[in-house]
């Protein structure tokens, strides 16, 4: 599966694809969580970083997650060569990311099975309106991704802009 945001601009989108392919044939083959990571070219303080390791591999390994580091730091990790923004673009399978969910979020899994009989039923969107109050207030990233051992990030090459803030959506559409 792949997850991502819905206030993205993805601008080459058979590159954007093709990366989406490499990611799930990597995921379908490996008990991997996969991220997609865009190369800086600014010391941006509104992003989160990806520092991995170096390898001739295609997809690298997670050494660990930054969010939003202050502009000194930024400047550093672009210099070093190793870091990659954080897109929160994700690829998984069902597998590997239920895994990870009773590993790192135990409680919020034992929910997500409460309503296993429920799934694809008409009663689905009633057991999600009942149960979601109680599921833990978190992010992906903070939850599992940042606590996992089997996180990789694919280096991507599509034109990207996180349309989330002002300053992004002013360099987008009128710069």
Known sequence: MVIAPSDHWIEDEQEFLKNIKTAFDFSADNDALLTLGIQPTTPNTGYG???????ENELKKVKKFTEKPNLEIAKQFLESGDYLWNAGIFVWSAKSILKAFKMHLPEMYKLFLNGENNYNTPL??????????FSENISIDFGIMEKATNVFVLPVNFKWNDLGTWSSLYNRFIK
């Open 49 to 55: 970083y990806i520092q991995f390791e170096n390898s």
């Open 124 to 133: 689905e969107n009633l057991f999600i309106e009942t149960n979601y109050p």
